[in-house]
């Protein structure tokens, strides 16, 4: 019974987010994830992660609103709850997208590294304030842009990475900054620029990224990004196991039939 409902359920998500992106789609998500049983939704939830994990189209474009959705600060207990069912049930591809290495915080940078939290002189004679370092990140100069891209705060980050003169370059060395500052790196996480694949391949790759929220954007990545994570030394074992899972889960690469030689 749950089955039938959960694949019809999936079913109608996949339509209706057609039409939608971004917010919409998450704020979709959100009233349908809290309109049914948690067990239903979590059955549905990983049927999208099984069919996305098969490169299916559809599922793929709905999981990256799934994401965005689990990531939010405020999805942090249901995103628990659905762990712990994924985990009760088998419910394996759900289980994958929710791994959880043991000891980790949606915040915590790796060992041994060292965050310079420091705000930068943005050349005003006096530290600016954290509200002054926001109302600039909404209306930065070029010139500023650097400042404000160093800046430690994520509630500065967050404003700075609304603003629509931000480009996907300055977002990328952000991400890909080390040491990196794990709550920066969260906020990208969390932002519509983890939809851009130099970006979500910076955070992935980053060995200060949260592992929460690192390991589902792995659900995102081709086959030879995911390659790349599992051969990476130097990123956490649970990120790199969950890179190599998904990697044996993706179709196999089709190639074109031999042309016949002519004789």
């Known amino acids: 019974m749950h089955e039938r409902q959960a694949s019809n359920l999936v079913e109608r998500w996949k339509k209706t987010s057609r039409a939608l992106s971004g917010p919409l789609r998450v704020a979709y998500l959100k009233s349908e994830a809290t309109a049914y049983p948690l067990d239903v939704v979590a059955e549905a939830f990983d ?19 799934l994401i965005d959705f689990l990531a ?40 041994g590294t060292s ?37 430690p705060h994520p509630a500065v980050i967050r404003t700075l990475l609304g603003n629509p003169k931000l480009t996907e370059d300055d977002v990328v060395r952000l991400a890909a900054r080390r040491p990196g500052n794990p709550e920066v790196l969260a906020e990208i996480a969390r ?56 990697l044996a889960r993706r179709p196999p690469v089709r190639r074109p039939p031999a042309t016949p030689k002519l004789q």
Request: aromatic share 2%.
């Open 191 to 246: 932002s519509e620029w983890s939809h851009r694949v130099r970006v979500r391949r910076a955070l992935v790759l980053n060995p200060d990224s949260p592992a929460v929220l690192a390991i589902p954007l792995l659900a995102l990545m081709l086959r030879p990004e995911l390659r790349q994570v599992a051969e990476a030394t130097y990123l956490s074992p649970p990120l790199r196991v969950a890179a190599h899972e998904l």
């Open 115 to 151: 965050v310079d939290l420091h705000v930068p002189d943005y050349g005003a004679g006096r530290p600016l304030t954290l509200g002054e370092r926001k109302a600039l990140a909404r209306r930065p100069t070029r010139k500023s842009l650097d400042k404000l891209l160093a800046d």
């Open 72 to 111: 939010e600060r405020e999805q942090l207990d249901f995103a628990q709850a659905l762990r712990e069912e994924a985990a009760g049930r088998s419910l394996l591809s759900l289980g994958r997208l929710l791994r959880r290495p043991i000891g980790s915080a949606a915040t915590s940078s790796s060992p």
């Open 47 to 65: 049927l999208v992660c099984g069919s996305a994990e098969q490169a299916e189209p559809d599922a793929r474009e709905l999981l990256v609103g």
